[in-house]
Every structure is written in structure tokens, then in C-alpha cells.
């Protein structure tokens, strides 16, 4: 007999502390990160934060844990490792009511696939405009610009990552994981 599928109700009353997505009807349990995750993705937080105050920019730069209704409907939540929203509009008490403007996953060890397939199917489809996937077990990142082009863009630790979405901002993974 199938299980019944989980929904948005289920999804908020999960115990205080207790984080999960909500996909295709199921709650997938979220591992607790790693040290070097965290770095990454406080300082991308830091960085891309700070690089919105400096240009005045009306984006707001959230890290996990957010929920993220991603359609807008109920439907999905995720939680997103780093993301930005560009239109005030789309944030409530609850998180991001919508697509982000901007997403980045740090690939997990236990479930690659959910970042690199699922979430970026889910992100591409809902009109998420630029998605990055870092991966440290790889030591790669790649960029994704959901634009007209569709562009995607494979680059190494020690390269300098570009974004789209905020012209001007970059990062080099190798730094933010040197010394670790």
C-alpha cells in the first residue's frame, strides 16, 4: 500500500528542529552539515550580502535555514544552502513565497542527485534565474543562468565564479576553503 503523500501541513508541523524539504509529495529529511559546507556557505552569505549593500541593491541574501514555497502554491518547499530575493514582495514571515532570483546548493556526500537533478530541474522550472551548485568533494562549481541562453558554466576551485544576476560579484571557492 503507497503512503499517503506528505503535504504542506505536514511539512510546517514537523518538530522544532527538524529540517526537511518537500518534493513530489515527500519529505526528504536534511543531514546536518559539514564544517567545510558552513564555510562555504557563510561566506558566500558574507560576500554576496555585502556586494548588495555596496551597489545599493534592493536584494535581501538569506542562508539555510529558510523555507522557500518555490512555486508559490504550497506545493514544493526547499531550503536552499544560500539564496537571494529581489522583489520584497516575495518574503513573508513564513520565508520565500516564490522563485528566488538567486540559489546555491553545496552538494551533500549522502544525496548529490537532489542538487544536481532534482533541484535543478525544480529550480529551472519555477524561474529561479541563476543556480549555483558547489561541490567540494569536486572541487568544482557549476553556474546555471535560467536567462534566454539557458547557459551552463563549469568552474574549478581555483577559478573565479562570475554571476549573472549581480554583474560584478565573484567568488574563488579555493580561497574560501584554504587553510581548512
Not at 530575493?85 to 516575495?90: E, L, R
Not at 522550472?125 to 535560467?146: H, K, Q, S
Not at 576551485?157 to 549581480?166: D, M
Amino acid at each position: 500500500m503507497p503512503l499517503p503523500k506528505a503535504t504542506a501541513q505536514d511539512y510546517w508541523a514537523l518538530p522544532e528542529g527538524v529540517r526537511a524539504e518537500l518534493i513530489d509529495g515527500e519529505l526528504w529529511d536534511l543531514a546536518s552539515p559539514s564544517r567545510k559546507h558552513q564555510e562555504i556557505v557563510s561566506t558566500v552569505v558574507r560576500r554576496l550580502g555585502n556586494f548588495i549593500d555596496a551597489h545599493g541593491g534592493p536584494c535581501k541574501v538569506y542562508p539555510a535555514p529558510l523555507a522557500v514555497n518555490l512555486f508559490a502554491d504550497d506545493s514544493t518547499f526547499v531550503e536552499p544552502d544560500v539564496l537571494a530575493v529581489c522583489d520584497s514582495k516575495k518574503l513573508s514571515d513564513r520565508g520565500c513565497e516564490g522563485a528566488p532570483d538567486f540559489v546555491m546548493e553545496v552538494v551533500s556526500p549522502s544525496n548529490p542527485e537532489m542538487d544536481y537533478i532534482s533541484k535543478l530541474n525544480l529550480y529551472r522550472e519555477a524561474g529561479v534565474r541563476e543556480y549555483w551548485i558547489c561541490d567540494p568533494m569536486r572541487e568544482r562549481t557549476l553556474v546555471y543562468n535560467f536567462g534566454s541562453d539557458a547557459v551552463m558554466a563549469m568552474h574549478g576551485f581555483g577559478e573565479t565564479v562570475l554571476s549573472s544576476v549581480f554583474p560584478g560579484f565573484e567568488m574563488n571557492f579555493a580561497q574560501v576553503v584554504a587553510g581548512m
